[in-house]
């Protein structure tokens, strides 16, 4: 197998693994520890050195499954790269406490999130999302702090605008804080703007970096939706009904099938042509990788061969085979 680059996360010093592994969906739902320390260890061995999570991922008990996993595999803490998100909170009917990045509830909720992971501390942490109830001054100072705590060594935001990204580092700039360093949006083959269009100027201007999510658009880029939905496939999960209209989009399923023709053609899967297309866009630092069996990971870091393979040519026929009009 190819070797693992590692990219620097945008300006900063941090080195993180061209493709990481992260637990939304997957953790706490389809896998458990023991199946969680099998991935992890064969991501690990694949060169892999960010794993990613966040509070809210099943309730908590993603961090818990984590957190335990990586003790039972006696990873040493230098190793490796973890981060956790926070912002829509675990205390249901608790004032304060959910989709808010209020100084109280971040400053309580990096605790929780240690808590359950069993570390003193994660090397990133995001604001899960925008939070217009609460001025970006008093989000920017508490994370900040935590910063400064040693409770996280950088911090980021995740799906913020790029005006909100550059609002807060400003504002970090001015008052000497520090600066939030990366973003963690989604970016595929089929979503698109934020990545390319909306964020072009912060690279340059700011440094930002990006650990970008769904590189397989939540399994559509597999192909495994063309001809409808797979037992035990993410869309037919309880509580994700929400994703059957993109998973079974028939105009996006047909471009997969194409996509699926230049795949076999260059010998690689059409998870790998997907991920390698993301991973070989220079602003982004990582492409987190999500996964329910140990299959998909090991067919999924195989998607650096892949990138090998992206040359102009290969990279002006995907972009002919996924129709501008139907990315977001
Ligand atoms: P993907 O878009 O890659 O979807 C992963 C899912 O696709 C797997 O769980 C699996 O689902 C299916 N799959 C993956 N590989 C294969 C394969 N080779 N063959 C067949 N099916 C496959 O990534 P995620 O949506 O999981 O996102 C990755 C990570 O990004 C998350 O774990 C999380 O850490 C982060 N994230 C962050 C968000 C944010 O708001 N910041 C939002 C979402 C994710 P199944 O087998 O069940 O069909």
Same mark, same amino acid.
Not at 148 to 173: F, M, P, Q, V
């Given at each position: 197998?190819?070797?693992?680059?590692?990219?620097?996360?945008?300006?900063?010093?941090?080195? &993180?693994?061209?493709?990481?592994f992260?637990?939304?969906?997957?953790?706490?739902?389809?896998?458990?520890?023991?199946?969680?320390?099998?991935?992890?260890?064969? /991501?690990?061995e694949?060169?892999?050195?960010?794993?990613?999570?966040?509070?809210?991922?099943?309730?908590?008990?993603?961090?818990?499954?984590?957190?335990?996993?990586?003790?039972?595999?006696?990873?040493?803490?230098?190793?490796?790269v973890?981060?956790?998100?926070?912002?829509?909170?675990i205390?249901?009917?608790? %004032?304060?406490?959910?989709?808010?990045?209020?100084?109280?509830? =971040?400053?309580?909720?990096?605790?929780g999130?240690?808590?359950?992971?069993?570390?003193?501390?994660?090397?990133?942490?995001?604001?899960?999302? %925008?939070?217009?109830?609460?001025?970006?001054?008093?989000?920017?100072?508490?994370?900040?702090?935590?910063?400064?705590?040693?409770?996280? =060594?950088?911090?980021?935001?995740?799906e913020?605008?790029?005006?909100?990204?550059?609002?807060?580092?400003?504002?970090?700039?001015?008052?000497?804080?520090?600066?939030?360093?990366?973003?963690?949006?989604?970016?595929?083959?089929?979503?698109?703007?934020?990545?390319?269009?909306?964020?072009?100027?912060?690279?340059?201007?700011?440094?930002?970096?990006?650990?970008?999510?769904?590189?397989?658009?939540?399994?559509?880029?597999?192909?495994?939706?063309?001809?409808?939905? %797979?037992?035990?496939?993410?869309?037919?999960?309880?509580?994700?009904?929400?994703?059957?209209?993109?998973?079974?989009?028939?105009?996006?399923?047909?471009?997969?099938?194409?996509?699926?023709?230049?795949?076999?053609? =260059?010998?690689?899967?059409?998870?790998?042509?997907?991920?390698?297309?993301?991973?070989?866009?220079?602003?982004?630092?990582? &492409?987190?990788?999500?996964?329910?069996?140990?299959e998909?990971?090991?067919?999924?870091?195989? /998607?650096?061969?892949?990138?090998?393979?992206?040359?102009d040519?290969?990279?002006?026929?995907?972009?002919?085979?996924?129709? %501008?009009?139907?990315?977001?």
């Amino acid at each position: 197998m190819a070797d693992m680059p590692l990219n620097r996360l945008g300006r900063s010093g941090l080195k &993180v693994s061209a493709l990481s592994f992260g637990s939304w969906v997957t953790f706490g739902g389809q896998v458990d520890t023991g199946l969680a320390k099998e991935q992890l260890a064969v /991501a690990r061995e694949g060169g892999v050195n960010f794993f990613d999570n966040a509070e809210a991922y099943a309730g908590g008990k993603s961090e818990e499954i984590m957190g335990k996993a990586i003790a039972e595999l006696g990873w040493a803490r230098h190793t490796y790269v973890i981060s956790t998100k926070i912002f829509w909170g675990i205390h249901e009917g608790v %004032p304060n406490m959910k989709n808010t990045l209020n100084r109280k509830y =971040l400053l309580q909720a990096i605790d929780g999130s240690l808590d359950r992971l069993g570390l003193d501390f994660v090397d990133l942490l995001f604001c899960h999302r %925008p939070d217009p109830e609460t001025p970006i001054e008093e989000t920017v100072w508490a994370m900040s702090d935590i910063v400064s705590s040693g409770k996280a =060594l950088y911090w980021g935001t995740s799906e913020w605008s790029a005006d909100e990204i550059r609002a807060a580092w400003d504002i970090a700039d001015r008052r000497n804080l520090h600066k939030p360093v990366m973003e963690q949006p989604q970016y595929n083959l089929f979503e698109t703007r934020r990545v390319e269009k909306e964020y072009a100027r912060l690279y340059e201007d700011i440094g930002l970096g990006l650990t970008t999510w769904s590189p397989l658009a939540s399994g559509l880029l597999t192909g495994k939706y063309v001809d409808g939905i %797979p037992e035990g496939s993410r869309a037919s999960l309880p509580g994700y009904e929400w994703l059957k209209g993109l998973l079974t989009d028939e105009e996006k399923n047909a471009q997969v099938r194409e996509l699926g023709a230049l795949a076999e053609r =260059l010998d690689v899967t059409t998870s790998q042509l997907a991920i390698a297309w993301v991973a070989k866009n220079p602003h982004v630092s990582t &492409v987190i990788l999500g996964a329910s069996n140990v299959e998909q990971v090991h067919e999924n870091l195989g /998607a650096l061969e892949a990138l090998e393979r992206l040359d102009d040519d290969v990279m002006a026929e995907i972009v002919g085979i996924i129709h %501008p009009w139907t990315r977001g």
